[in-house]
């Protein structure tokens, strides 16, 4: 089965750093995605970790460590445009993806 | 990445009738998705469309509520059966390619079902 955790609501500042922590437990784990959605629409692909370390992609990195079952997005340099929910993703044995309950990441001023 | 044409984008709909949700993909695809989304929720995967065989249901979802057709590597429907105010939600197809897992899966852009 899948158990996904990650925090359910983080408010930053515009210009600042926020980090999301997912923990997952899944059977025939084959990689960890990270989703972004914004309110009303489909969610938009991220990042993709399917080996351990930190995967960098302009203001939006991911971290992947498969011993602990913790994955990380980190978002530097917030721009309002930012606030959406992530979700963390786990892929499983059939190349499903499980999702998380997802973050709701507030944006201000 | 794919495109994928999801239709209809929202309908409502009286209780005790059914609704069938297309997705049509613009290239052929290995691997196609169903997912609910209920307000406020994250997404819930309902089932993998398999071309040519019967859908393989997670927990929780059965073929008489959701039955799902894919004839081709192109296409599948969804279909919401004896629908109740519960069923009210968006639901989201999703297609991906195994090798090419590094660009993600792609959704449509949901249907959005209100149950009256």
């Known amino acids: ?109 | 990445s794919a495109v994928i044409s999801q239709k209809p984008s929202r309908d409502i709909c009286q209780r005790g009738t059914s609704l069938t949700i297309q997705c049509q993909v613009d290239s052929q695809v290995t691997m196609m998705f169903w997912y609910r989304q209920q307000p406020g929720q994250s997404l819930t995967l309902i089932a993998t469309a398999n071309q040519g065989s019967e859908a393989t249901y997670e927990s929780g979802f059965v073929i008489d509520k959701f039955p799902i057709s894919r004839p081709n590597l192109t296409f599948s429907t969804l279909t919401v059966s004896n629908m109740s105010p519960e069923d009210s939600s968006i639901y989201l197809c999703s297609v991906g390619e195994p090798g090419r897992t590094n660009y993600g899966y792609t959704f449509g852009s949901g249907t959005r079902l209100t149950v009256v």
């Not at chain 1, 437990?25 to 970790?49: D, I, K, R, V």
Request: glycine content about 12%; aromatic content about 12%; charged content about 15%.
């Open chain 1, 1 to 109: 089965g899948q158990n996904i955790d990650q925090p359910t609501e983080m408010t930053a500042t515009e210009g600042a750093i926020v980090q999301i922590n997912c923990t997952y437990q899944t059977s025939g784990f084959n990689g960890l995605f990270w989703y972004q959605q914004h309110a009303g629409e489909a969610p938009t692909f991220l990042s993709y970790n399917v080996l351990d370390g930190l995967e960098e992609k302009g203001r939006f990195s991911s971290f992947l460590s498969r011993s602990k079952g913790y994955s990380y997005l980190l978002l530097k340099e917030l721009q309002m445009k930012d606030s959406a929910s992530y979700l963390c993703a786990p892929g499983a044995a059939g190349n499903k993806l499980t999702f998380g309950g997802g973050t709701r990441v507030l944006v201000k001023p």
